[in-house]
């Protein structure tokens, strides 16, 4: 294990079982973990904190902001907590590579291995549209991924 992650770890349960923690100190090390180059979903995590710690460290916040930033610094303790954990399981095995068809199939929530109708395709793709169309919630571009699977499934068949 990293002995960043460890202490990291262990400096995070002591804020949260401390009586009047420095929500400044927190802060500082969040922004160390944000810029990190250990994990991607780690970085991520601590850059999502960050903003309600910086505010809770703040002369002017209130309970509520802190109870916030406190409840929130979970989610970078359960990111160094999957970091820090054994890995149990098949060990060694590599993940199979998909081909690119297999994950169109994959996006689209499409089973391997069988021939597909158009109107299945569009179908699949309606729902899975529902959740990452920008309307709904979602991002530009996994809605225009998903429609290039969509369209690539659909011109393959």
């Known amino acids: 294990m990293d002995p960043h992650i460890?202490?990291?770890k262990v400096a995070i349960e002591r804020f949260c079982?401390?009586?009047d923690p420095d929500y400044r100190e927190m802060a500082k090390m969040v922004a160390e973990i944000a810029t990190t180059d250990i994990d991607?979903?780690?970085r991520q995590a601590a850059a999502q904190v960050l903003p309600i710690l910086r505010q809770a460290a703040l002369k002017s916040a209130d309970r509520r902001t802190k109870s916030i930033a406190l409840r929130r610094l979970g989610i970078v303790s359960d990111a160094l907590h999957m970091l820090s954990a054994p890995q149990f399981g098949r060990r060694g095995l590599t993940p199979k590579v998909l081909t690119q068809e297999e994950r169109y199939r994959q996006l689209l929530g499409?089973?391997?291995?069988r021939h597909l109708a158009a109107t299945e395709v569009h179908q699949a793709f309606k729902r899975a549209a529902k959740t990452v169309h920008p309307d709904g919630g979602g991002n530009g571009a996994a809605f225009l991924e998903l429609a290039a699977a969509r369209d690539a499934?659909?011109?393959?068949h």
């Open 6 to 8: 460890r202490h990291w």
């Open 17 to 19: 079982a401390a009586t």
């Open 40 to 42: 991607e979903t780690l």
């Open 110 to 113: 499409l089973p391997f291995g």
């Open 153 to 156: 499934l659909i011109k393959h």
